[in-house]
């Protein structure tokens, strides 16, 4: 029997929303199954619609088929991919959730879209797999490739600051300071994590003469940068004002 595009749509809405009900599920299935395999092959929503039904009820390799097709037909889909993952993990099977998300930094395209799945993955390591050795070893790694990227500097402060311990490693945190103060960053970079030094060492450091030296360096080399750059802000703010 012929069944329409449309009436696909329409059957696969209706199932979506009503499966846990009156509806057979061995009936839902096949209705998932053949829409996604056949009417619907470029329709994400449907996939995912479809992996979390089977999911639900325990078909997990059928779960992995439904995503699997998707991905295939459409490579790169970020919900695709953080689904996959997240399957792997509620299942028990958190290393390949992870290996799912690395090869997703090494097939993507663009460095907004890379950055994105680097976050990911650290975030990934650091909470489902509690590593955070790996997670450190991993940013650092990406840092020794791009030497100017502020937000892997940023990611490593936070992931040392939040990796668990009642008190942050205050020699640990402060080497990485030092680190991206002789980086590749721009100056006005530098001179922000040197102020953002100065708060941690107020908040977390157990030297006063750490905190004394890292006062004398942020206003010999940083404190004047920082100035400077308020100073301009300013004046483009006042030169947006209005004469009366």
């Not at 004398?216 to 009366?244: M, R, V």
Request: hydrophobic letters at 40%; proline letters at 2%; aromatic letters at 8%.
């Amino acid at each position: 029997l012929f069944r329409s595009k449309q009436w696909y749509q329409r059957r696969v809405a209706i199932t979506a929303g009503n499966f846990m009900n009156a509806i057979d599920k061995e009936e839902t299935s096949k209705i998932y199954r053949r829409a996604c395999m056949v009417h619907l092959v470029k329709k994400p929503y449907i996939h995912l619609s479809w992996a979390a039904f089977e999911e639900e009820r325990g078909n997990l390799e059928i779960a992995r088929e439904a995503l699997d097709h998707i991905d295939k037909g459409m490579p790169g889909l970020i919900a695709v991919i953080l689904r996959r993952a997240g399957l792997e993990r509620r299942s028990g099977n958190v290393e390949q959730g992870g290996d799912i998300m690395k090869l997703a930094i090494e097939n993507c395209r663009g460095r907004e879209t890379r950055d994105f799945w680097i976050m990911k993955y650290v975030t990934y390591l650091q909470c489902s797999c509690k590593d955070v050795d790996a997670a450190r070893n991993f940013l650092q790694e990406q840092i020794e490739r791009n030497q100017r990227h502020k937000r892997l500097y940023a990611r490593l402060l936070d992931l040392e600051l939040n990796c668990g311990a009642t008190q942050p490693d205050s020699a640990a945190i402060v080497a990485i300071f030092n680190k991206i103060l002789t980086s590749g960053l721009s100056v006005e970079e530098k001179a922000g994590f040197s102020h953002r030094r100065l708060t941690f060492l107020e908040e977390f450091g157990d030297d006063v003469s750490a905190i004394i030296a890292a006062y004398d360096d942020h206003n010999k080399n940083w404190k004047t940068i920082l100035d400077e750059k308020k100073e301009k802000s300013t004046d483009c703010d006042s030169a947006l004002i209005p004469l009366l």
